[in-house]
């Protein structure tokens, strides 16, 4: 089996709430609370704790995200591991208090980086294939 | 060292291999036994379509005593799904129903 380093590429999203820490940190831990916005869960704020995102199966797809608990830093600091279909990432909430309310900040990093531009014109005539895996994926919606 | 696009593509071009690769990333770890059983083609097919998906790294395998367990590396598919762009859809979506929430929370 070869392994190697793969760069990998880091999403984020941000953005300002006009809402207490307190309360988007309970959103973001309750498992009930979490499910409301997110996905069916059994979710709990334990370092070390493995738990499941579980979307609807679609074919290809069982609907199931793997996650595991890394950090919690009560107010402030989430991280689980978010593992689904064999593409490993890891999510990461930062909740910032400001003048009006909170930033929030997700980052998901470890996507496998995509080497070169060269794939653009490859992916041009794949697109039905490309639209079946990201139904896959888009189950999640 | 970054796989050949091509690979990927010829890889997934035909219906049994992608047949192959989506049993592997739905069910996880298999022998060539077990993918055999599901294909309905003699155990030498599967193992030219293994050789071919394992030359474009969408199957990794790992040996336990006289059997070979493959599994799907479904982020060699990376060519083919920009990952970041369907989550970062996803998230943006779930940062909305959020916002929903609090504003409910409120009450």
Redesign the interface.
């Known amino acids: 089996?070869?392994t190697?380093a793969?760069p990998t590429?880091t999403?984020v999203?941000e953005?300002e709430?006009p809402?207490p820490q307190e309360?988007?940190w309970?959103?973001l831990t309750e498992g009930q609370?979490v499910e409301?916005?997110?996905l069916k869960n059994d979710f709990q704020p334990v370092v070390g704790h493995r738990f499941q995102f579980r979307a609807a199966p679609v074919p290809?797809?069982?609907g199931i995200i793997d996650g595991e608990v890394l950090v919690v830093d009560p107010k402030s600091r989430l991280s689980y591991g978010w593992g689904s279909?064999?593409?490993?990432t890891v999510v990461a909430w930062t909740l910032t208090p400001t003048e009006g309310g909170t930033r929030?900040r997700?980052e998901?990093s470890g996507?496998?980086?995509?080497?070169?531009a060269?794939?653009k014109g490859?992916?041009y005539g794949?697109n039905h294939?490309?639209n079946n895996?990201?139904r896959v994926?888009?189950g999640?919606? | 060292?970054?796989v050949e696009?091509?690979h990927v593509?010829k890889a997934?071009a035909d219906p049994t291999r992608r047949a192959i690769f989506?049993g592997l990333?739905?069910e996880g770890e298999q022998t060539v036994h077990a993918l055999t059983r599901r294909a309905g083609i003699s155990q030498p097919a599967v193992s030219k379509h293994l050789v071919i998906l394992k030359r474009a790294?969408l199957v990794?395998?790992?040996r336990e005593g006289r059997e070979t367990h493959y599994?799907?590396?479904?982020?060699?598919?990376?060519?083919?799904?920009?990952?970041?762009s369907?989550?970062?859809?996803?998230?943006?979506?779930?940062?909305d129903?959020?916002?929903?929430?609090?504003e409910r929370?409120d009450k």
């Open positions: 089996m070869t190697t793969v590429r999403l999203i953005r709430m809402h309360k988007i309970r959103a609370l409301e916005w997110l290809h797809w069982n279909m064999g593409l490993e929030v997700m998901q996507f496998p980086s995509e080497e070169g060269n794939y490859a992916r794949w294939h490309l895996l990201e994926v888009g999640m919606k | 060292m970054p696009a091509d593509f997934l989506e990333a739905r790294r990794g395998h790992r599994k799907a590396r479904p982020q060699a598919l990376a060519p083919l799904v920009d990952w970041m369907v989550y970062g859809a996803f998230w943006r979506d779930r940062f129903q959020l916002e929903n929430l609090l929370m």
